[in-house]
């Protein structure tokens, strides 16, 4: 079958009005929503999605279980071999997302409203702490002076915040995380110390500070690498005795701490879980045998 020039560009003119129109009513449904970071930031929040996408599915009761199950994009559906165009759009808006927290910032004044002592690794800018991931690892002089000041408090766990790899994620969920955290550890029984927070840290910081202190552990809560449209998403790291370069397999992590993925009371009240098991047993990480779930 063939088209003659005249019946292809009238098939292009529709599609190009139909593609326009359905983009006018998106737009006009759309919420506004400021940048990553700053001042406010924005949650990576999904928009609902309708409840599948895929042509003549074959077992099609179970999609909506399946899709609801998952913010994932399942049952997206597809044009010929090729991404859905709004599909395809949504990918791109997720990947900016993703950049946007990556380069996001957690204001200033945000650890002294949160009653954090604020300390700095040794990166003296977002760049050398993309670049230089050891340079996050470790305080700065006067940070590591700061943290002296406390040297041997002992508390039974030592928090700290940092704005990892997504500062957003922080702006949006570290308030709640941390509020969850503290009452949930004194409910537990546990004693906490001096709060601290850190600017460009990397997970690894948390053991000199620990070490520092003298604390039984450590938790920070950490902006974690962002993925598909999560950059909203945090981790709670734990680590047991900590001490200096302590390997991850020695520590346990509770991610995607989010509105729509673990919420602050269960994360907050695992970690009190993970805690208890692993100062009782002088180790943490793998050698506990759990995970999300598993008893």
């Given at each position: 079958?063939?088209y003659?020039e ?11 009005r139909q593609l326009?129109a359905e ?7 759309a ?8 001042d ?19 077992y ?8 609801g199950?998952?913010?994932s994009r399942v ?13 395809y759009l949504l990918?791109?808006e ?7 927290a990556?380069?996001?910032e957690v204001?200033?004044?945000?650890p002294?409203?949160?009653?954090l002592?604020a300390?700095?690794t ?7 702490y993309?670049?230089f ?9 006067l ?11 002992r508390p039974?766990?030592q928090?700290?915040?940092g ?10 969920n570290?308030?709640s995380?941390?509020v ?7 409910a ?12 460009f840290?990397?997970i690894?910081?948390?053991d ?7 604390a039984?552990a450590s938790?920070i ?7 598909l ?16 370069d302590?390997?991850?397999?020695e ?6 701490v989010?509105?729509i993925?673990?919420?602050?009371d ?11 098991r692993g100062i009782?047993?002088g ?5 506990l045998?759990?995970g999300?779930?598993?008893q």
């Amino acid at each position: 079958m063939s088209y003659d020039e005249a019946t292809l560009q009238s098939i292009v003119d529709a599609v190009v009005r139909q593609l326009a129109a359905e983009g006018q009513r998106a737009q006009a449904d759309a919420l506004p929503a400021g940048p990553c970071g700053g001042d406010e930031g924005h949650a990576c929040t999904a928009d609902p999605r309708p409840v599948h996408n895929v042509e003549r599915p074959v077992y099609e009761a179970i999609l909506p279980r399946v899709v609801g199950l998952t913010p994932s994009r399942v049952a997206v559906g597809r044009a010929g071999n090729r991404f859905r165009t709004d599909l395809y759009l949504l990918t791109r808006e997720g990947q900016a997302d993703a950049r946007d927290a990556v380069h996001s910032e957690v204001p200033a004044d945000w650890p002294a409203r949160h009653g954090l002592v604020a300390l700095t690794t040794r990166c003296a800018d977002r760049h050398e702490y993309l670049l230089f991931p050891n340079h996050g690892r470790r305080l700065d002089d006067l940070s590591r002076a700061t943290v002296e000041a406390h040297r041997n408090t002992r508390p039974d766990v030592q928090i700290i915040v940092g704005d990892g790899l997504s500062p957003n994620a922080i702006v949006q969920n570290g308030e709640s995380s941390l509020v969850a955290l503290k009452r949930a550890l004194a409910a537990g029984g546990l004693r906490t110390g001096v709060d601290f927070y850190v600017k460009f840290a990397r997970i690894g910081v948390a053991d000199e500070i620990g070490v520092l202190t003298g604390a039984r552990a450590s938790v920070i809560l950490v902006g974690e690498r962002p993925g598909l449209g999560t950059g909203d998403s945090l981790s709670f790291y734990i680590a047991v005795a900590p001490r200096l370069d302590q390997d991850n397999a020695e520590k346990n992590c509770i991610s995607n701490v989010r509105p729509i993925g673990i919420k602050p009371d269960e994360a907050a009240a695992q970690t009190v879980e993970i805690l208890k098991r692993g100062i009782a047993r002088g180790v943490g990480g793998v050698a506990l045998g759990l995970g999300w779930g598993r008893q």
